[in-house]
């Protein structure tokens, strides 16, 4: 397919995913305004997540029963919800992955300007992944990621309140990360001097994100 083909094809995948929402909720504002602009779109996205697997050793997770995924979450977490995940497995591990997203641009000008966006809002594994008439692709990973074991052979090895802690706090940086980003992606779409935009922060992860979660998650004593 060529460029405009293909951006049909996921646009239409966007659309039917978001109305049965496994698009990320934090994400679907912005693929919305990036699949709009003439020269953009995108192709697959994740906000960042915590999550819990079930595995003897992250080092050969590979292979049928050597690797599966017990919970995700795109949101900071309670110490109750891991718990109850992770109940009664022997080999788990808190996994953290920053955001993801790939991009596919129409020619190499637009293709450098969402690299430079990128990196300029810290996402510094920025690479082209192909080329061809369809356009460039690019995939934009963050950093921020933890690997921990939590038990092990059916033993404890990390105090859950703490690695729950550590856990939403990377979590929470890669959110402000990503940000940054919308903010950035956001000016070059529409030749912005700046990459910053505060009230894309304040909405996006004050008022709609971190509120709700305390209201729907925690209890009112803990909120």
């Known amino acids: 397919m060529d460029f405009d083909a293909r951006k049909r094809s996921f646009l239409e995948r966007l659309t039917r995913e978001a109305a049965h929402g496994r698009v990320d909720w934090d994400l679907v504002e912005f693929l919305q305004q990036v699949n709009g602009h003439e020269h953009i779109y995108t192709t697959s996205s994740c906000s960042g997540r915590i999550a819990l697997a079930e595995a003897h050793s992250l080092s050969y997770s590979k292979g049928p029963g050597r690797f599966r995924f017990v919970a995700k979450w795109h949101r900071p977490v309670t110490r109750s919800e891991v718990a109850r995940a992770a109940s009664g497995l022997r080999n788990v591990w808190l996994l953290v992955r920053g955001p993801i997203l790939h991009f596919v641009a ?28 369809h356009g ?53 779409l529409h030749g912005a001097s700046t990459c910053l935009d505060p009230h894309t922060f304040r909405k996006t992860y004050i008022r709609g994100g971190y509120r709700g979660f305390r209201m729907t998650i925690l209890s009112p004593k803990d909120r």
């Open 106 to 133: 129409r020619d190499e000008e637009w293709a450098a300007a969402i690299i430079r966006a990128a990196r300029d809002s810290g996402f510094k594994r920025t690479c082209v992944v192909s080329r061809g008439r």
């Open 136 to 188: 460039t692709v690019i995939e934009v990973v963050g950093d921020d990621r933890l690997d921990m074991p939590l038990v092990l052979d059916g033993e404890e090895v990390a105090a859950l309140g703490t690695a729950v802690d550590v856990a939403n706090e990377v979590l929470l940086y890669a959110k402000l990360r990503l940000a940054r980003l919308i903010g950035c992606i956001d000016a070059v």
